[in-house]
């Protein structure tokens, strides 16, 4: 695609439920990054994959928390049982070879009612 | 652990009027810094960068020099115009080009008045 797509781009879903965000980043782009934006912060660095790979997972915030990318192109983040502090607008980038900026998509704004 | 620091908002400016926004940022090496904007509806767009002291990234009239000595990136445009209205993010990467994560500051919404 042009750009880097994520969907849902809206999710609501009751506490305790399980969430699944995808993002596709641009064609080609090896490099891929989850941050997540709570309403006036800056976004927070979650995960970041190398092709297939986690190169640095760091900054995710616990163990319900979980993200993949089996092909290297896709990427799935999961989030296990979501509590009411989970509500954020978490965003996507990727980044390609060579290239030394990263590309943000629009994101998903979760809401855990 | 590195931070962003940016100064508090929102700010409101009448249509061309001069423009700054600091940011100061903290370290434990040579970052790259950047600045993000976002527009109305729109995702995070890179504005600028600088990758090395006393480089100056510009774009769009706007520009920001990597000030070492004061740890500093501020924002700076001679003209702002309504387009300009949206939240500015200053960022910074300890890592090489972007393959690396990017630690933000809260942001600061402009908003520009005719």
């Known amino acids: 695609g042009a750009g880097v797509s994520q969907t849902p781009s809206n999710k609501v879903t009751e506490k305790g439920k399980y969430v699944e965000l995808r993002c596709d980043p641009i064609?080609?782009?090896?490099?891929l990054y989850w941050y997540r934006q709570s309403l006036g912060q800056g976004p927070e660095f979650l995960i970041y994959?190398?092709?297939?790979?986690?190169?640095?997972d760091s900054g995710l915030p616990n163990d319900r928390f979980f993200a993949v990318r089996p092909e290297g192109s896709v990427s799935t983040l999961k989030i296990q049982r979501t509590e009411r502090g989970d509500s954020a607008v978490y965003l996507c980038a990727s980044s390609g070879q060579g290239i030394t900026e990263a590309f943000f998509g629009q994101g998903t704004r979760l809401t855990v009612v | 652990g590195d931070s962003v620091t940016q100064m508090e908002g929102p700010v409101t400016l009448s249509e061309e009027a001069f423009l700054t926004i600091n940011c100061t940022y903290t370290a434990t090496g040579y970052p790259s810094l950047f600045w993000y904007v976002q527009y109305p509806g729109e995702g995070l767009q890179l504005l600028l960068k600088a990758t090395k002291a006393d480089d100056k990234g510009s774009n769009k009239g706007f520009e920001a020099t990597y000030r070492k000595e004061t740890t500093s990136f501020h924002l700076e445009k001679g003209s702002v115009q309504v387009s300009d209205s949206a939240v500015y993010f200053c960022a910074l990467s300890e890592g090489s080009g972007a393959n690396s994560k990017l630690t933000f500051g809260k942001g600061i919404t402009l908003s520009v008045r005719p």
């Open positions: 994959f190398q092709g297939t790979g986690a190169a640095d």
């Open positions: 064609s080609g782009h090896t490099a």
